[in-house]
């Protein structure tokens, strides 16, 4: 390889590990947002353990690759081969378990929907409780995407509050404004003047489902980005690693 080639595979290097760390700093920004966050669907499922780790693995992936990315880097541009060596190899670790983590969530999403099933309805259950994030990110939910339950009103027959209250009471957030005269209120429960709650008829389930697959469809493209982009990374620092001159440091004067 040509000093002219090497230099231009030096500074390719360079720019793929900036990108990488750009996409390493939007997956840990993703990963924080759904651990954060509590205006948003995310809420309702974090009292999920799986959930939960998902955001920590998110997290880490993405500080990990920015660590990564600066040490890619410094042996791009200093033209260390032990670095370049330990760049390639970490990148290629990465890629695989990548890979994995694809294939395990693709035959684990039947037990996933499930799971949402359960968390969903022990929130229904239980509303309004001690967790008062859960209960506002429900409202907004039903508020914000005019629906009442998960899969319909029926959802909410469950509720201690409703079933122990001598008043026809339903989640105020349900309300269908459209059947509302003067004020409302968008959390709690509201008073039903006739059995026929005033709510909308549709539930959560389709509009949170596409919800969620807009969101992970953007997760899987930045990760799909970044493999294209380690992939290059990893034919660069191997190419560059191979064609700097090895230094001689086993070698001792004669006596």
Known sequence: MGKGCMTASKYFLFLFNLIIFLFGAAIMGFGLWLLLDNQSFIVVLNNSSGVKLACYILIGVG?????????GCLGA???IRCLLGLYFTCLLLILIAQIAAGVLLYFQKDVVNEELSKIINKVLDDYPGKNSS??????FIQRNMECCGWIGRMDW???????NS???LFPCSCQNISLVVGNFSGSGFCEAQTPDWPVYDVGCAASVERWLHTNIAVV???YLGVALIELL???LSICLCR???MELYTKVPKN
């Open 220 to 222: 899987l493209s930045i």
């Open 134 to 139: 859960t209960e506002q990110a429900l409202d």
């Open 157 to 163: 027959s469950g509720n201690m509050v409703i079933i």
């Open 63 to 71: 500080a990990f690759s920015m660590l990564l990315s600066f040490l």
């Open 77 to 79: 541009i200093y033209e």
């Open 166 to 168: 001598s008043q026809l």
């Open 243 to 245: 064609n700097i001159p």
């Open 233 to 235: 990374g990893m034919i």
